[in-house]
């Protein structure tokens, strides 16, 4: 929204002079004054949190606080008793996973996490369904489509009878084991590893014969999001099979308002950043 305001207040300045006649350039300094009312309202930021705080690098307008706990009007209180003046609120409420198609028995119940409670292998639902009920891709990523492709694969050879399932009673201790290690892990880097070694049990079971391990990759990626959370999404990676570096957006993600398909695709070399693509993961 700030440099929406920014961008638009530059475009009156600019436009609001010069051979217009004087009714347009009324309207332009009208229209400038509220960029310039705007922007001084949108100064400053909060980010509340539940159970603890990200911790990233934020600029200096953003701040992070206690959970939200009441509001009055325009002024909002937070846990740790601080309260402040605010103009929008925006509820960034994550994801829950629900299935209300589903009797209750069928169900799934968990929270987003790496791995959910009652699933063999991360897919076999062990609470209901006679083994036969397959939940792919309900567990919150590192891997994304790699993993839902994996999973994918497991489900598939389950059924066609290439993977054989042991009893249920090892299926749900091989489950509890993965839960026991996913709660064991402390940080963003332990996550990473227990999806990899999830990830690497899955090619396993599917005798898949390429090395899906992206461990480095995800490390350099955390790394940029704990240095600036801004810009992190503008490095670029190379692929582990072939070495080609993905090209960088043409935009800074902050500011790049049009993700269609066609701007995204169509990166001619004249929109490419100064600086372009290094190595390593950085730019």
């Known amino acids: 929204m700030k440099t929406y305001v920014k961008a638009m207040k530059a475009f009156y300045c600019t436009n609001g002079g010069g051979d217009k006649c004087d009714d347009e350039h009324?309207?332009?300094?009208?229209?400038?004054?509220?960029?310039d009312k705007l922007q001084n309202e949108f100064e400053s930021y909060f980010c509340t949190w539940r159970t603890k705080p990200m911790g990233?690098?934020?600029?200096?307008?953003?701040?992070?606080?206690?959970?939200?706990?009441?509001?009055?009007?325009?002024?909002?209180?937070f846990k740790d008793g601080s309260s402040s003046h605010v103009d929008a609120i925006l509820?960034?409420?994550?994801?829950?996973?629900?299935?209300?198609?589903?009797?209750?028995?069928?169900?799934?119940?968990?929270?987003?996490?790496?791995?959910?409670?009652?699933?063999?292998?991360?897919?076999?639902?062990?609470?209901?369904?006679?083994?036969?009920?397959?939940?792919?891709?309900?567990?919150?990523?590192?891997?994304?489509?790699?993993?839902?492709?994996?999973?994918?694969?497991?489900?598939?050879?389950?059924?066609?009878?290439?993977?054989?399932?042991?009893?249920?009673?090892?299926?749900?201790?091989?489950?509890?084991?993965?839960?026991?290690k996913e709660e064991a892990n402390k940080d963003c880097y332990d996550e990473i590893r227990f999806q990899g070694a999830f990830m690497k049990d899955l090619c396993q079971e599917n005798k898949y014969p390429h090395n899906l391990d992206v461990t480095e990759i995800f490390d350099i990626w955390e790394g940029h999001k704990h240095t600036d959370i801004l810009t992190y999404r503008d490095k670029s990676f190379a692929s582990i099979f072939t070495g080609t570096q993905s090209p960088i957006h043409h935009?800074?993600?902050?500011?790049?308002?049009?993700?269609?398909?066609?701007?995204?695709?169509?990166?001619?070399?004249?929109?490419?950043?100064?600086?372009k693509i290094a190595t390593n993961g950085t730019c």
């Open 56 to 77: 990233y690098n934020w600029p200096a307008e953003i701040e992070e606080r206690p959970l939200l706990t009441t509001i009055d009007g325009n002024t909002i209180s």
């Open 91 to 180: 509820l960034c409420t994550g994801y829950l996973h629900a299935y209300p198609y589903l009797p209750d028995d069928l169900r799934l119940k968990s929270r987003n996490r790496l791995f959910p409670p009652n699933l063999y292998k991360g897919s076999l639902f062990l609470g209901g369904g006679n083994a036969k009920l397959f939940y792919v891709g309900a567990q919150d990523q590192y891997y994304t489509y790699t993993m839902f492709d994996q999973s994918a694969l497991w489900t598939r050879n389950v059924i066609m009878g290439d993977i054989q399932l042991p009893n249920h009673e090892a299926m749900v201790a091989d489950a509890k084991k993965w839960l026991q």
């Open 251 to 275: 935009s800074n993600f902050m500011v790049a308002l049009d993700d269609s398909l066609e701007t995204f695709m169509n990166q001619t070399p004249d929109k490419i950043r100064e600086g």
């Open 26 to 35: 009324d309207n332009h300094n009208k229209q400038k004054e509220k960029c």
